[in-house]
C-alpha cells in the first residue's frame, strides 16, 4: 500500500470544520472496506492514512456531517 504523503494529493478529502471525529465519531472508518481511513489522535479528523481507494463512497455517502469529498478521477466516471 502506498502511503499517503499529502492530504492535498489523495482523492478523499475530509473538511476538518465539519469533521466530528473529536466527539467520537468513526463512521468513515468503519464503512471503508479498504481501511484507508484513519482518524488523526491529535487533531481529532479524520484523514486518508493510505493512497489505496476503490470510490466505493460509502465513506461520502455515510459520513453525518457531510464532511468527505471523494475526488473520483476522470476515466472512472
Ligand atoms: S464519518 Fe465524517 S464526521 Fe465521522 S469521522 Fe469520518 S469524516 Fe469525520
Ligand atoms: S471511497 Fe470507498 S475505498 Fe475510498 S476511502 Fe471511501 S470507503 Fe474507502
Known sequence: M????TATQV???V???KCIAHK???VCVDVCP???LAIDIV???AYMA???CWYCLPC???CPTGAITVDIPYLLR
Not at 502506498?2 to 504523503?5: D, P, S
Open 43 to 45: 487533531k481529532g479528523k
Open 2 to 5: 502506498t502511503l499517503a504523503t
Open 15 to 17: 473538511d476538518d470544520d
Open 60 to 62: 461520502e455517502q455515510d
Open 11 to 13: 482523492p478523499v478529502r
Open 24 to 26: 467520537g465519531c468513526t
Open 34 to 36: 479498504l481501511d484507508v
Open 50 to 52: 493510505f493512497d489505496e
